[in-house]
């Protein structure tokens, strides 16, 4: 390739990566608000052409699809970004809730009720650190044993989908719901003290 040329291509597929990522992020706010929305409207939402649209998402399924890969990228990420290898499982469940919850907007979009069906074993595939990191607290005694990982970790979806219900409808801050989501889960997870146990 032309020495001249490496520029001129390497500014085209920079614009091409942002353009692409205009559309997604138009998506997610237009879908977001309503899940109906036409492309043409995502289309305007990301200032460009609905035939530009079509070039990179021939279909809404395309459009759908890429929304969902980019979903499982942020989810990684997020879970990297909690260090789930650091301190007690329970702390790390705790951070890595905190990373999920910010994920508000791209998982509602690119999953819908993902607390029904298919979706929820989707993000199963993406949580093999997560479960790891239960398993450690049932090893630490930071997390009640008898509680599976894959029970805890449905667990947390769930509570996080709560929590997104309860900002979405602004029945409470974001500080506030997670909060909530935050305590109630650990407060299930925790092992109770055999010494405050009555018997029966």
Known sequence: MNRM???????????????????????????????????????DAAGTARSTLHRYFPERSDLIEALQELADEQVTRATERARPEEGTG????????????????LIAVAYGDFTQGDDLETLDDMDADLLALVERGHADGT??????????????????????????????????????CLRTLDKLITPSDPRSQRSV
């Open 90 to 105: 329970n702390e790390a469940l705790m951070r890595v809730c905190q990373e999920y919850f910010e994920l508000d907007e």
């Open 5 to 43: 040329q490496e520029p001129i291509r390497r500014d085209r597929s920079q614009s091409m990566a942002r353009t692409r990522q205009a559309i997604l992020d138009a998506a997610v706010e237009m879908l977001r608000r309503d899940p109906a929305a036409s492309m043409a409207a995502i289309a």
């Open 143 to 180: 997390i009640d044993p008898t509680l599976s990982p894959e029970w805890i970790h449905i667990l947390l979806w769930h509570f996080l989908d709560a929590a997104w219900s309860m900002t979405a409808t602004r029945r409470a801050t974001k500080h506030e719901a997670l909060t909530l």
